[in-house]
């Protein structure tokens, strides 16, 4: 079993202690199943070192039977699953939102803070009616085994989904990525997988599950994660909590910035909207969004997973914007403009997708038609 963190020589740290980091955005499109070590990294704390042997799952809270499971013990009662499913961090394109108005402090994402994975482990909906979930649970709230320290406060990291959410058959318990053990990244031994949420309810190196009737009052679901009014400042319960994603697309190819030839333009990315919802079409413009091209989509292995798009666009000589945006089965569209979707924390950027590139007048092409 590899427990190595070494990663992909492409993944690329966004901070010196190496907790935060992924891909550049060209070689996550290059493939439907992201590699482990290519997949994003988001830990707020140090990575938790746990043997596996020693390791054991607390299920309490309200419910019939409080549990404390090995990974022995879940083997032999529960029914293998797998899912493909895509984990998108709440802070994806970040960084577009400094723009508008600075965001101090906070990681600069660009479009490496996704990823589309083949997840398999237990179902969490199994491990709950084991317990027997009691009438007046409405919250599944989970813990991790990492601590980070926060103003001088040492906090662990958790967060809740609603007991419907977590009682659909693709929440996961899981203890692998594309048929190989999480790694200690990735939150080994067993880590939740809640498809079609935000990335942070889906806790690593899980320590403990709780049914409540409240959601999670986790630092980072309390306070943490939330959607501030403008101009807004975190506190307890300020602000609208994130669950679900919202509907987004990723240009993989052209890269911003990158010099092209002019002619026929490769346009490429990934799009995914929120909790399950199938991405209907992905339009993609190079005329400031007069005229949209509809891209063409691949079939995505489940609901859950990234819909990737490709797109031909002829393109002349000179400055060059690219955009993309996305629809879904329910009709869900993204917002025009980085202003609409600017908050505090820098959360949920699905304001269209733009790339700026240079388009290079090809002298050679002009000759040969002569
Ligand atoms: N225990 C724990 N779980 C966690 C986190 C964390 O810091 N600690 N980060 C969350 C966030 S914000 C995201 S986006 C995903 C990232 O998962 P990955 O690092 O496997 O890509 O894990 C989530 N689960
Ligand atoms: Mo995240």
Not at 16 to 25: E, F, K, S
Not at 45 to 65: F, K, M, N, S, T
Not at 119 to 147: K, M, N, R
Not at 156 to 180: C, H, I, W, Y
Request: hydrophobic content about 40%; proline content about 7%.
């Amino acid at each position: 079993m590899s427990r190595s963190s070494a990663k992909d020589p492409r993944f690329v740290w966004l901070d010196d202690q190496r907790q935060n980091g992924g891909p550049p955005p060209l070689y996550l499109g290059a493939s439907r199943v992201t590699p482990r070590d290519l997949f994003y990294v988001r830990n707020h704390g140090e990575v938790p070192q746990i043997d596996p042997a020693r390791y054991r799952l607390a299920v309490d809270g309200l419910v019939e039977r409080p549990l404390r499971l090995s990974l022995a013990g879940l083997r032999r009662r529960l029914e293998p699953v797998t899912v493909e499913a895509a984990l998108v961090c709440a802070g994806l394109r970040r960084a577009e939102l400094d723009t508008v108005a600075p965001l101090p402090g906070l990681l600069p994402w660009g479009g490496q803070a996704a990823g589309n994975a083949i997840w398999s482990g237990w179902s969490l909906a199994d491990v709950i009616g084991i317990a027997g979930p009691l009438p007046e649970a409405a919250h599944v709230c989970f813990q991790g085994h990492d601590t980070s320290r926060r103003s001088g406060k040492v906090l662990r990291f958790g967060g809740s989904v609603p007991l419907d959410k977590a009682q659909s058959l693709e929440v996961l318990l899981a203890t692998d990525m594309n048929g190989e053990p999480l790694g200690p990244q990735h939150g080994f031994p067993l880590r939740v997988i809640v498809p079609g949420y935000f990335g942070a309810r889906s806790v690593k190196w899980l320590k403990r599950i709780t049914l409540s009737d409240q959601p999670s009052d986790n630092h980072f679901q309390r306070r943490d994660y939330r959607l501030l009014p403008a101009g807004g400042s975190p506190g307890d319960e300020v602000g609208e909590m994130l669950g679900e994603l919202a509907i987004n697309t990723v240009i993989c190819h052209p890269r911003a910035g990158q010099y092209l030839a002019e002619g026929s333009l490769l346009v490429s990315g990934f799009a995914i909207s929120g909790n399950g919802r199938r991405i209907s079409r992905v339009q993609v413009s190079v005329d400031g969004g007069r005229s949209w091209q509809d891209a063409e989509l691949e079939i995505p292995f489940s609901r859950w997973a990234w819909t990737r798009f490709r797109a031909e666009l002829d393109v002349g000589a000179g400055n060059l914007e690219v955009l993309a945006r996305s629809f879904d089965e329910q009709g869900s569209a993204q917002p025009e403009t980085l202003a609409e979707v600017w908050n505090p924390l820098g959360y949920a950027n699905n304001s269209w997708a733009r790339i700026d590139c240079r388009v290079t007048a090809m002298p050679a092409r002009a000759s040969a038609a002569r």
